[in-house]
């Protein structure tokens, strides 16, 4: 009896072992692609349920049973919209949306339109009657979207035979299911697993735009049998009014995702600096309609306004770029006018902690003043009690600090911190200007 060759055992190199994955993937491939055809070939049988009638549909979602005779289907699928069917009537399988069932007439089978119910939860009586005179009917047609498309499906009505009470879902019920309105009279419901894959997507792929994870859902759908477009817009706005009311039951619980759990309260630094590539064009501002999140990370506008404002009229402000060694530095400046007519903010100042967690930011308008770090530091004095503040300028930043604080007798305790220069920065400095915050550090 002739053994096989043993195959090599996986190597500490990586590039043997990719060679070997290579190899053994091209050695699995023609019977990949033979498995593949296969798998398109239509296989009859009886049902895998009743076992007494020919199998018509196959469901993607009801392994290892998959196949179902006409009335099996209607019986398991009526509470099971979501599932994927498809039809083996032709020969060939077929996506089937689950408006659509196939019924044996006089041994023929036809395809014809049923009624789909939302999946929703209901109550266990409506009235004092007997359970029994309860019937569950249709009620409107609403479109329903989740990861795998949309869905035409009707909202359940229960009425009552005997006294004529009657029962219609609200939005405290599509909540309860776990659906989210896309318009305030419903005629668009999400899954709020859907709000949940597409906020975690962005995380993790910022660059993902809201049109192309429309498309993907739309593409999903005609997939699957169905048909039907997705509003964007209407999509962005429930995905909003989701995020906001999220948040503000996250708000009542005590739950704040801009407060460092490693270092809070007594913050050992805080860092500033600007970004001006996070800037917005002024065509693109929008309507004036008041925002979800206004103060909650990024400062109001017109409170960083009127206190930069407020700066500017008790000092006097020094004009021109702060020059330290060889280096200028843009950012090291008092004033400062709009670099471009274009844009409505110019960038970002946004302050961390030394875990990187996002504590506070607010937009620039005029690109990076001294303000605006100092406006930062003052909104965290008293939230972080932080020892130490950072900035890429602070050779340049502190005179100024103590210049205001002469003028403002409460920013008097932001003198207090330990200012020091930030490690990324430092070699853009003097030696003398280096060395000298490390040593004010220690």
């Not at 089937?96 to 929703?120: F, K, M, R």
């Not at 302050?351 to 909104?379: D, T, W």
Request: aromatic share 10%.
């Amino acid at each position: 009896m002739e053994c096989d060759e043993p195959r090599s055992a996986a190597s500490h190199h990586w590039a043997l072992r990719q060679t070997l994955s290579e190899e053994r993937w091209e050695e699995a491939r023609p019977k990949l692609l033979d498995s593949l055809l296969a798998s398109d070939c239509v296989h009859y049988g009886p049902c895998d349920h009743c076992s007494l009638k020919q199998a018509v549909i196959r469901c993607k979602d009801c392994f290892p049973k998959p196949r179902y005779c006409g009335q099996c289907d209607v019986s398991t699928h009526q509470h099971l919209v979501f599932h994927n069917r498809e039809t083996l009537i032709d020969g060939f399988y077929k996506p089937l949306p689950p408006s659509t069932a196939v019924q044996d007439l006089s041994g023929q089978n036809v395809i014809y339109e049923q009624v789909c119910l939302l999946p929703i939860t209901r109550p266990d009586k409506i009235c004092d009657c007997d359970p029994q005179n309860l019937a569950v009917v249709a009620g409107r047609s609403v479109v329903l979207i989740c990861i795998n498309g949309c869905y035409d499906v009707f909202l359940p009505v229960m009425n009552c035979r005997a006294c004529l009470a009657s029962w219609t879902p609200e939005v405290v019920d599509l909540l309860f299911s776990g659906y989210w309105p896309g318009t305030v009279e419903f005629q668009t419901i999400y899954k709020v697993d859907l709000f949940t894959s597409f906020e975690d997507l962005k995380i993790t792929a910022p660059g993902l735009s809201r049109q192309a994870f429309v498309k993907m859902l739309q593409q999903r759908s005609q997939q699957f049998g169905r048909s039907g477009n997705i509003c964007g817009n209407v999509f962005q706005k429930a995905f909003l009014e989701w995020t906001y009311c999220r948040h503000k039951r996250e708000k009542l619980c005590g739950i704040d995702h801009f407060s460092c759990p490693a270092c809070t309260p007594d913050t050992v630094a805080v860092s500033a600096d600007g970004n001006r590539k996070l800037y917005r064009f002024s065509k693109t501002k929008g309507t004036e309609e008041q925002p979800f999140f206004d103060g909650v990370f990024l400062a109001n506008d017109k409170d960083v306004a009127t206190f930069v404002d407020c700066v500017r009229e008790k000092t006097i402000p020094v004009h021109g770029k702060g020059i330290c060694g060889t280096s200028t530095w843009a950012a090291a400046r008092e004033t400062s006018k709009k670099t471009n007519t274009k844009c409505d903010e110019e960038g970002l100042e946004v302050a961390v902690c030394r875990h990187s967690i996002l504590l506070r930011g607010l937009n620039m308008f005029r690109g990076e003043i001294f303000a605006y770090p100092l406006f930062l530091q003052k909104e965290l004095a008293t939230k972080t009690n932080c020892k130490f503040f950072c900035t890429d300028i602070m050779c340049r930043y502190w005179p100024y600090l103590q210049k205001v604080a002469q003028s403002f007798p409460e920013m008097q305790n932001l003198t207090q911190m330990k200012p020091f220069l930030s490690v990324m920065h430092a070699k853009g400095h003097s030696t003398k200007c280096e060395f000298g915050h490390l040593v004010c550090m220690l």
